[in-house]
């Protein structure tokens, strides 16, 4: 997961900065930037038209869609890494203290189940506290 993570950030921090936003106006659905209410960054979304050359009402729904995706995730990215990377240390913690440690001759053994014996000296592991075996 620390890949995902550091391409995710990378994506963030080349991107425009700050919270974008999705703007509706008719038939023109855009995604901007704004810098004291000014647009300094804008994506226009193109799709199907109809004969009058307006858009379809498919494509309509679908700017909508992909213009909330696309607001959101500027902002959305970044919570999610931080997020994971949370979980991940949470997890690495959890497995530490999980690790049960033999009574008998002090070896830290990757047995992460009860009643299994010591891979060093074969004492029988019967469950743990802390990291300690009982």
């Known amino acids: 997961m620390t890949e995902l993570i550091k391409q995710?950030?990378?994506l963030c921090e080349g991107a425009t900065p700050r919270t974008w936003t999705m703007s509706v106006?008719?038939?023109?659905?855009?995604?901007?930037?704004?810098i004291d209410?000014?647009?300094v960054c804008c994506l226009a979304l193109m799709g199907d038209y109809n004969e009058d050359e307006?858009?379809?009402?498919?494509?309509?729904?679908?700017?909508q869609a992909d213009a909330a995706f696309i607001a959101a995730s500027r902002t959305l990215v970044p919570a999610l890494a931080d997020a994971l990377e949370k979980a991940e240390r949470e997890r690495d913690e959890l497995k530490?203290?999980?690790?049960?440690?033999?009574?008998?001759?002090?070896?830290?053994n990757d047995r992460h189940f009860q009643g299994f014996h010591c891979d060093r000296c074969g004492a029988r592991l019967s469950g743990f506290k802390g990291g300690k075996a009982e």
């Open 25 to 34: 106006d008719g038939t023109d659905i855009r995604v901007c930037h704004t």
């Open 96 to 108: 530490a203290l999980c690790r049960p440690v033999c009574p008998k001759c002090g070896l830290e």
């Open 8 to 10: 995710a950030r990378e």
């Open 54 to 63: 307006t858009p379809t009402e498919e494509t309509l729904l679908q700017w």
């Open 37 to 39: 209410e000014k647009c």
